[in-house]
């Protein structure tokens, strides 16, 4: 049998982590808090970023490449930033070991020391606007619009594959614009590229809306952000996009000639999603069965096992069944292993979240009939082997759009709507507490009062927020809207 | 004027920083030894890196990720690879900054020490092999195929963009087999996986060979290499696979149940290309107008010039030949800019090396005729409008062909072979020197000694070479086949 799953409801936490473990996804390795991601979850991750990549550049975005290093002294340029990151980042002081002449092994070489220490960017707004200084000078040299593919270290102290890592793998975008209005279009561009990715890629529903003060990026104007809601209640901040204002335009003295001929200081942008993303597709679709992958992103679309195994007819039927298949671009196996017997076979596509299994045997070879079974729903059913090709493409694409639903479906189920902190508190108690609009009176001190109380925050303020005149659910002060509280990764 | 590019015979590594320069391929960063990789630039690399991708995984390859710290203590668990990484690498020694204490700045904090440094990977065997401990117990888990694409970091004291940098990009396959012969076999076949691109993708003709012991990967059994000929006459070194043999395996206690339930250490190759390609492409086609690139990898293939600027006739007719290029799959961009003048615009396009420029006047719309102008031979001719998609198409394979021929050329003109010192050395002090074929007795001891004496060394025995009864040009020893020295990047 394949290795089971600790059911949900039994430990949500060790659910994750055994379908992270037993789908080959990804594992923890020797360094502290940095993961291994093995071949089956980096098919995912691949997949993301081909897509990604595609829509980045269809919003005219050209990648590049900045150094993994920053000077010390560019984190301290811009004051929010380098409170947010210096806390917890990976710092490089010597560039050469040598054999310690007491006999201890390899030892760092104190001759080797650096004149200034420097910090694997834990995210790079620092050492690309050092770099767009050189860059820019004029309005044609307007928009910037640059996106990095790289890796990046935050040395968190409590780390969960995928969701939290101190190392993680994710895209940057950076962009410089001559105009504040151009910068806040291009901010809000890319959350809904991200939405859109989230829920017609990922079939993950994403709330579109903007972070507090408090919960903005270390340096930014405005922080607006994607949030989805996962299987335990709990919401996932699947991606976000900055307007940075001059912010950095001004740590790192960059400046334009405008049309006018006036010099100015640049606008910008920031933008980001991560490897964090799998962690979130994981916890919206899979169930106690294992992985279940909507299948515009599975690296296996299509699975094909013989019963009770393989054989010259069956194989010989699959050949031709995966070659139809491919010819559509869906992307097709055969599990030909002779060791191994059906059922296993079963659970194991089951475990990898493969979309659709077709099973066939003798008896279908001569009925011109295959076994179609479908991961999302785990139904069955005998399909005629003629119009099987289409059947499968339209089943496909059936998942796509089942899998959307069935989340939208959930997270409407777990949304709330709630004017006074007894009922807060109580939907925070549920098992499956949710998403909770509720009035919140604008100010910090509110916010992290009630999180010291609940543990939830204020994920977003939607940002088709209606506004509608209420009081603080704390503090009974007017407020204009609903904002988005909840419990969070 | 676009700016212009010092000659090759006046100054070749000015010309070279020139190119890359002015053709906003790359630049330095803030941080030694590290280099900012320009959009432009970082296309040529996608479009690299899409075709390898393509050919490893034809080759039944899957990529992977691997943390990119390594525990200082895993580098010095085969002896030979700590000796050759560990006087160059950056060690992370801390994990936190704090606010001075006394007032200046952000500072290291001293309590935040980790246990044990960390090293930024200079190359992965180490935190992989370790890793391919949970992942192997038996055959059935052989051969395992992986690849990586991540950035390195080796502390270089002398860089030259693209060439030789601190922090560079590269991809690198581990993989793992239950024979010798079988591992023997995979490094063969990535060597010329390797050539294939090469030639077939850079027009950059290799000689395929294998190192010899001193020039060996540290760790390797056996390191096989490409070898370029660059236009000064230097050898560039531009991708190796290595034959590891049982050292990683032994190293970090790798084994497998075989066939025959007997436990054996598991067999290791590893293969790697980096940016450094992008630093070969440009020194093997490039001239003293700028940069030429091979169809295949160029970012941009055609570009429109209307002649003498826009108008709503020419914008049209370029619209209507770039839909049907677009159709063809050719990277087409229409040069609009009203600001810019057509000589302005044809200098730039050569130094971009973009392969083909098309010419668009009001006559020629008249006369249904087309200027066509190809970047390698920079000649010029008129063609009628009436197929000129298909003479598009055609003049982008003659070009990528005419390269590769050329270059096979100039490499032929300034290949060597030679029986003495004396010639040898004359032939180093050619302003081209080239490949030198000659007897070398087999011992690092005159390979080092010949270094000394005249700077080249040996390339590789060619996987070709034949034998033939010779005596070694330093020593007179005898010697049973030519390799192959030069002078090298």
């Not at 309005?139 to 995928?162: C, G, H, I, K």
């Not at 393989?310 to 002779?338: C, S």
Request: with cysteine.
């Amino acid at each position: 049998m394949a290795s089971a799953v600790t059911p949900r409801e039994e430990d949500y936490s060790q659910w994750y982590l055994d379908i992270v473990k037993n789908a080959n996804l990804a594992s923890n390795s020797a360094v502290r808090g940095c993961m291994v991601i093995k071949p089956y979850g980096f098919g995912i991750w691949e997949r993301m970023q081909r897509q990604l990549d595609d829509m980045f550049k269809e919003t005219g975005h050209q990648n590049a490449y900045f150094p993994l290093f920053i000077p010390k002294s560019f984190l301290s340029k811009e004051a929010e930033h380098v409170e947010g990151f210096a806390k917890e980042c990976a710092v490089v002081t010597h560039h050469r070991l040598m054999n310690d002449p007491n006999g201890g092994g390899v030892v760092v070489d104190p001759s080797a020391k650096l004149e200034e220490e420097l910090i694997v960017r834990p995210t790079s707004e620092t050492i690309i606007w050092n770099t767009y200084r050189d860059w820019i000078t004029s309005y044609r040299d307007l928009p910037l619009l640059v996106n990095q593919w790289a890796n990046v270290v935050r040395w968190e102290m409590r780390t969960r594959l995928f969701l939290r890592t101190a190392e993680f793998l994710w895209q940057e975008g950076h962009t410089a614009h001559a105009t504040a209005e151009e910068a806040q279009e291009e901010t809000l561009q890319m959350q809904e590229v991200y939405a859109t990715f989230a829920e017609q890629y990922m079939a993950m529903p994403v709330i579109r809306g903007v972070k507090t003060a408090n919960e903005r990026f270390a340096g930014a104007v405005n922080t607006y952000t994607i949030e989805a809601l996962m299987q335990d209640g709990k919401a996932l901040q699947a991606g976000t996009s900055h307007n940075l204002g001059q912010n950095f335009a001004k740590a790192f003295d960059v400046k334009f000639q405008n049309e006018n001929n006036k010099e100015e200081y640049v606008w910008a942008t920031s933008w980001g999603v991560s490897t964090r993303l799998i962690g979130g597709l994981i916890m919206t679709h899979s169930d106690d069965e294992g992985l279940v992958l909507p299948p515009k992103l599975a690296p296996i679309q299509v699975i094909i096992v013989p019963i009770p195994k393989p054989n010259e007819a069956l194989n010989a039927k699959a050949e031709e069944l995966m070659a139809e298949l491919k010819a559509r671009g869906i992307r097709v196996q055969y599990d030909n292993d002779k060791k191994k017997r059906p059922g296993f076979k079963f659970a194991e596509s089951e475990l990898k979240g493969i979309p659709v299994r077709l099973g066939l045997g003798k008896r279908d070879l001569e009925n011109g009939t295959i076994e179609v079974a479908r991961r999302d729903t785990k139904e069955k059913s005998s399909q005629s082997l003629d119009g099987i090709i289409d059947h499968v493409e339209q089943l496909l694409e059936d998942i796509q759009n089942n899998l959307l639903q069935r989340a939208i479906d959930f997270r409407e189920e777990h949304s709330h709507i709630v004017d006074t902190m007894e009922e807060f508190q109580a939907i925070l108690e549920r098992d499956i507490p949710g998403f909770i609009y509720a009035h919140w009176d604008g100010t910090t001190e509110t916010e992290l009062k009630i999180k010291e109380m609940t543990k939830a925050t204020i994920r977003c303020i939607p940002n088709d927020a209606k506004e509608e005149d209420g009081k603080c659910i704390l503090t009974g002060k007017p407020s204009k809207q609903r904002v988005i509280f909840a419990k969070a990764y």
